[in-house]
């Protein structure tokens, strides 16, 4: 675990700023609300609440409790979904 590398004055300084610190990415990370992360990829509120819960999309409390997304988890899910669209629209284009 390396979750420890933080002190709690750092995370605390992290949160002023707007940001949290994630264990899964073990980095300060920007955080959003469903409904931001959901306007910010142009997709639906349903699709953000399945992706955080499976897993795909981290999940963290801000400093009023509140659960946010981690907006670096967003941009990777969203990045790697655009290039695999991408790939197969590629694939399909080679064998028409
Ligand atoms: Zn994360």
């Known amino acids: 675990m390396t979750a420890g590398r933080f002190t709690n004055k750092q995370r605390i300084k992290l949160r002023l700023a707007g940001l949290a610190f994630c264990p899964r ?3 300060a990370v920007e955080l959003l609300t469903f ?4 306007r910010s990829f ?3 509120l349903q699709d953000i609440l399945l992706l955080a819960e499976n897993g795909d999309l981290h999940r963290l409390y801000n400093r ?3 659960v946010m997304i981690c907006g670096k988890s967003l941009v990777d899910f969203f990045e ?3 290039t695999r669209l991408l ?3 590629f694939v399909n284009s080679m064998s028409a």
Request: charged share 55%; hydrophobic share 15%.
């Open 64 to 66: 009023r409790a509140k």
């Open 80 to 82: 790697s979904r655009r």
């Open 25 to 27: 990415c073990d980095k």
């Open 35 to 38: 409904d931001e992360a959901a």
């Open 87 to 89: 790939d197969s629209h």
């Open 42 to 44: 142009n997709t639906d």
